[in-house]
């Protein structure tokens, strides 16, 4: 007997409600009559938007209430975007399915100007460590501005902020039709992406056999491989937003590449590698990587980065 209901837990973002209705389209395309109801649930990620995500701790920020909801029975799948999906997961929830990549890069949007010809001591409007730390590496006059907020919120500061330019997932932008905005889209070469970016992950409860099968069609094997591999780089490295890591893997015929990147927030050390195998043994060849940029020196940089946020931490009143 097929499902005849179906909650979907969604944060409450142009970008997020975007990607629950595309899932929502998709299931009701598959399964005629079902009902898809969408649950906005508010994230602490959502209610904190005057402070940098390095500094209230990125894990789990735009999750944790929507994994509750689910414990909770109030929900039965969730669609998260997989860059914001911690590399673990409450007792009995999991990711089931991990759709088809949009475009994993980085977008400039400026004022009709390239990166590469951006003035000198430019200020750039981002949310990522990972970004700053990589185009600090290639430009280190580069003025870093973190900005939080939704997409548009993001590109109204080029203006409001009186920056020379901001930096976005192109992913994002292509959902929301924003990329007659994009001035260029950057190299993965240049900005490595972060972990998962351009992919949605389906997470829901592992016991529930019917509704697994309900959604399971939204898995798509090889960006699957891809983003299993960069997330366990991530795990293995044990980072988060507050650490500039990146990685990207590509599968082409069964083979996956991945690469990865471990840096200090300004730029200044950081350790890049690569690895290639079958794409089958994603997880192994991410902790197989990860473990060559710590040998390398990942892990003296990533000791100092943790060590400054302890001492940070301390210095924060309660």
């Not at 390239?114 to 006059?141: E, H, M, N, Y």
């Not at 990207?248 to 990147?261: D, S």
């Amino acid at each position: 007997m097929s499902l005849t209901q179906l909650r979907i837990g969604t944060r409450a973002s142009q970008l997020a409600l975007w990607q629950a209705n595309w899932v929502k389209s998709e299931l009701e395309k598959r399964n005629p009559g079902m009902e898809v109801t969408l649950v906005k649930i508010k994230t602490i990620g959502d209610k904190i938007l005057d402070v940098p995500l390095a500094q209230v701790g990125g894990k789990g920020l735009f999750v944790k209430e929507i994994e509750e909801a689910m414990l909770r029975g109030d929900i039965d799948i969730a669609v998260h975007s997989m860059k914001d999906v911690p590399t673990e997961f409450p007792e009995g929830l999991g990711l089931h399915c991990i759709t088809e990549r949009e475009d994993p890069r980085d977008a400039v949007i400026s004022r009709g100007v390239k990166f590469a010809d951006l003035p000198p001591a430019a200020r750039i409007g981002t949310s990522a460590l990972r970004r700053q730390a990589q185009l600090l590496k290639v430009r280190p006059d580069l003025e870093m501005v973190i900005i939080r907020g939704n997409v548009e919120t993001r590109i109204n500061k080029l203006e409001t902020e009186k920056l020379d330019a901001v930096i976005l997932a192109a992913a994002g932008l292509k959902r929301l039709g924003y990329t007659d905005r994009v001035t260029e889209y950057l190299d993965t070469d240049l900005s490595i992406p972060a972990i998962g970016q351009g992919a949605l992950g389906i997470e829901c409860r592992l016991d529930n056999e019917e509704v697994k099968k309900t959604i399971e069609f939204f898995n798509h094997p090889a960006t699957s491989h891809a983003v299993r591999a960069e997330r366990a780089l991530l795990w293995r490295c044990e980072g988060g937003c507050q650490v500039p890591i990146a990685a990207h893997g590509v599968v082409t015929e069964n083979e996956l590449t991945l690469t990865g990147f471990v840096a200090s927030v300004d730029g200044k050390k950081s350790v890049k590698g690569s690895i290639t195998g079958p794409a089958e043994q994603c997880e192994k060849l991410g902790i197989a990587l990860a473990e060559q940029l710590l040998k390398d020196g990942a892990h003296e940089i990533l000791s100092e980065v943790y060590q400054r946020e302890v001492t940070r931490e301390k210095e924060i009143p309660v």
